[in-house]
């Protein structure tokens, strides 16, 4: 069973695997968006900028807790 980390530092790494994993999968919604067959159809979201903006928070949390450890 996983247990939540004790220390700031594996929090904000935790924060950071989390943040990157999304990063991931807006990639791959933004690679799936980019590729359909109905290219007028328009995104709810603008993927491309939020995995962006996920991979920013990844780097910042990890050098952050990378920081407090």
Known sequence: ML?????TAGVLALAGAV??????????LDHRH??????DRVA???WGRISVLLLFGAIVSFAVALHAS
């Open 3 to 7: 247990a939540w980390p004790e220390s």
């Open 44 to 46: 709810l979201l603008a």
């Open 19 to 28: 943040m990157a994993a999304l990063a991931l999968f807006s990639g791959v």
């Open 34 to 39: 980019h590729n359909r067959a109905d290219l």
